[in-house]
């Protein structure tokens, strides 16, 4: 039997917070009530391990987007039921999302696709957003301008997309904010996280590899990203997160100091130390800190999703130049 750990691959709260769902490398599915106090409402199996997951505006269902290309909607309502397979790709899934009315699912593959499908009808497909040139990491739709989607790939850029028609509206390439250190051939630092504040319309990316969070503001209107601040921090970064007031929380692989906590002020984000809500979580974090340790360290998972490039052009020269040298060789 295919024995896995405990580690989680991947988890969500719902949009209200009263729910939270989370898979494991053991190929269970957990779903917790948190109101008012946290309950075990489930344990499920799933049939793969998974990479994505995603609760519904409605909190009705779960959205679980496993290794092998499937979708899989799990009910909440009706918390011991079996899994629906509601879609599925020929390619790794790597991220799984909702528009803001459950209308619409979205899904992101290694072979460089997002696809648009309708929820009710998932093998109706709208359309599909092309144009990465390597693994799309993230995709985001924009909760208050919920007809564009944000995207990051492995090819290190980000677009942004009307993505009911598949139209792309906007493409920043992160190598002209993120400097030289992501345009060093023998690595590539892709995204792996992305978080939106709706007050301000700001989006937060971190680069999977740099201990940098880079800030941008969304022109919904000229439909563009534009560049507006980095933080740089002294540890690796593994997680960030906006609040609705635009606080930005950043999750760093320092067991001395795991939290940090940057407020807007004037338009740029600056470090706060004398919260009492932040020095609570540190607290939190610094006493549990053993659950962290085996990531520390940890190798990026994203290398192994860059296609393989083959330079078949300088073998082929090499041996044409080699027959050249034999038949040199014979007329001599």
Request: aromatic share 10%; glycine share 4%; hydrophobic share 35%.
């Amino acid at each position: 039997t295919d024995k896995g750990s405990d580690d989680i691959l991947a988890f969500a709260f719902s949009p209200s917070g009263d729910y939270f769902a989370l898979t494991d490398d053991s190929k269970r599915l957990i779903l917790f009530h948190t109101q008012p106090s946290w309950e075990c409402v489930s344990i499920r199996s799933v049939s793969r391990r998974c990479t994505s997951l995603i609760i519904t505006a409605a909190e009705d269902k779960i959205l679980v987007a496993d290794k092998s290309g499937d979708v899989y909607s799990y009910s909440i309502t009706e918390p011991q039921a079996d899994g629906k397979l509601e879609l599925g790709h020929l390619s790794l899934l790597l991220d799984v999302t909702l528009s803001p009315d459950d209308q619409y699912i979205l899904t992101a593959d290694r072979d460089e696709k997002i696809r648009v499908s309708l929820a009710k009808a998932p093998h109706n497909i709208v359309s599909y957003c092309l144009g990465h040139k390597e693994f799309v990491s993230k995709i985001l739709v924009i909760p208050n301008y919920p007809d564009l989607l944000l995207s990051a790939s492995g090819d290190l850029t980000l677009r942004l997309w009307e993505y009911k028609s598949g139209e792309e509206v906007y493409c920043c390439h992160l190598s002209s904010v993120c400097g030289p250190e992501t345009t060093k051939t023998d690595q590539k630092y892709p995204v792996s996280r992305i978080t939106y504040c709706c007050q301000g319309a700001y989006v937060a990316v971190l680069c999977d590899g740099i201990p940098t969070v880079y800030i941008f503001q969304l022109d919904a209107i000229a439909q563009q990203l534009v560049y507006r601040q980095q933080i740089s921090l002294k540890h690796k970064v593994w997680d960030i997160a906006f609040e609705e007031t635009g606080n930005l929380w950043i999750l760093e692989e320092d067991s001395e100091a795991p939290l940090q906590l940057y407020r807007p002020c004037d338009g740029q984000w600056k470090p706060v130390t004398d919260d009492e809500g932040l020095q609570k979580m540190s607290k939190h974090l610094q006493d549990n800190w053993t659950v962290f340790e085996g990531f520390v360290g940890a190798e990026s998972h994203y290398s192994s999703l860059y296609k393989a490039s083959f330079d078949n052009m300088a073998a082929y020269l090499q041996r044409k130049e080699e027959r050249l040298q034999q038949q040199k060789k014979k007329r001599q």
